[in-house]
């Protein structure tokens, strides 16, 4: 008798440039871990012949070790009730029906949702939120993102869109964003938000900063971090001025859910304490009273890496572990 294949899901996150794919076990373990570009201006299609043909040639070599039994897949503006993709500016596809792509591919269990929506289940099932049943994750990349937990159960709305914290309004005529609205919050608390804010003091303040001899084209959150934690004014300033925004909104959104904790992840939370310092510090300044010092600012504790599959696969594993818990219910009640 030979050894019992290990189950796994296949967790997939379809970006802009990039789409990562690989597969998890139950406890967050990846065994394989790929990627593709994405070619956003190519047809969905594509993308997924151009998936699961390499998909298929890596697991026809590993299939008599793993047992894949379902495939989750995050991606920008997708529909989790629905299982399609609508309106997504970043993959300029109008609406497509992915679940319904999958199946010419892999007849398996297959979900979709929005990336933020997969990184909360994975950090709910991975990473720092084990255990919790009210959090909001905030992924800090090129757009912010937002997954919200409620009593043990992400937010999705009535039409599969809930939870667009990024889209909040934080100044009135603000920066534009790429939504089409003016003073989104994502125009300031992202990796493009924390450059436009350098920018900024760049015309404002002549203070010594190596940032002044970098090209705006050549502007990166990285090198503002690296000026930032050489004690460079303008990049101190600027993450100070990103936490402000940030904190500033949260306490919005405290009032509203009330979560045990918010939790950073990618793009400038990979900055650690000098973003979520002056969030914590001016969240906790504009919390009505009675949430005052009752809500935690956590890094991500999923391994940096793997982030964005774990959060796919995470999504799929919760899928099937609900369907679990129904047959359990339903076998008990007859």
């Given at each position: 008798m030979g050894n019992?294949?290990?189950?796994?899901?296949?967790?997939?996150?379809?970006?802009?440039?990039?789409?990562?794919?690989?597969?998890?076990?139950?406890?967050?373990?990846?065994?394989?871990?790929?990627k593709?570009?994405?070619?956003?201006?190519?047809?969905p299609e594509f993308l997924f012949d151009q998936l699961f043909t390499k998909f298929g040639e890596i697991y026809n070599q590993v299939s008599d070790k793993y047992d894949m039994i379902g495939i989750g897949i995050g991606a920008p503006s997708a529909n989790?009730?629905?299982?399609?993709?609508?309106?997504?500016?970043?993959?300029?596809?109008?609406?497509?029906?992915?679940v319904e792509l999958v199946k010419k591919y892999w007849d398996l269990p297959t979900v979709i949702t929005n990336d933020a929506n997969a990184a909360a289940l994975g950090e709910s099932k991975f990473g720092n939120a084990r255990g919790m049943k009210n959090f909001i994750q905030i992924t800090?990349?090129?757009?912010?993102?937002?997954?919200?937990?409620?009593?043990?159960?992400i937010v999705y709305g009535h039409d599969g869109f809930a939870g667009e914290i990024g889209h909040m309004t934080v100044e009135k005529n603000g920066r534009s964003c790429g939504c089409g609205r003016k003073g989104c919050l994502e125009t300031y608390a992202s990796t493009s938000g924390l450059v436009r804010t350098v920018l900024e003091l760049l015309s404002l303040y002549n203070?010594?900063?190596?940032?002044?001899?970098?090209?705006?084209?050549?502007?990166?959150?990285?090198?503002?971090?690296?000026?930032?934690?050489n004690g460079d004014t303008i990049a101190n300033m600027a993450f100070e001025a990103t936490g402000?925004?940030?904190?500033?909104?949260?306490?919005?959104v405290v009032a509203c859910f009330s979560p045990e904790a918010i939790i950073l992840s990618e793009g400038v939370a990979l900055a650690g304490d000098l973003i979520v310092r002056p969030t914590k510090h001016h969240m906790e300044l504009n919390l009505l009273?009675?949430?005052?010092?009752?809500?935690?600012?956590?890094?991500?504790?999923m391994p940096r890496g793997d982030v964005a599959i774990l959060g796919?696969?995470?999504l799929i594993w919760h899928e099937l572990m609900l369907e679990k818990d129904k047959k359990k219910l339903a076998m008990i009640n007859n």
């Open positions: 019992k294949k290990i189950e796994v899901t296949l967790g997939v996150e379809i970006g802009g440039t990039t789409t990562v794919f690989g597969l998890v076990d139950s406890s967050g373990k990846c065994y394989v871990e790929e593709i570009q994405t070619r956003p201006h190519e047809s989790y009730y629905k299982g399609t993709i609508e309106n997504s500016s970043n993959l300029n596809w109008k609406y497509v029906n992915v800090l990349g090129t757009g912010l993102g937002s997954g919200i937990f409620v009593d043990g159960n203070d010594d900063s190596v940032l002044h001899e970098i090209a705006p084209n050549e502007l990166t959150s990285k090198l503002i971090y690296r000026a930032a934690i402000q925004k940030l904190g500033e909104a949260l306490a919005n009273n009675l949430f005052k010092s009752k809500v935690d600012i956590l890094l991500s504790g796919a696969s995470a």
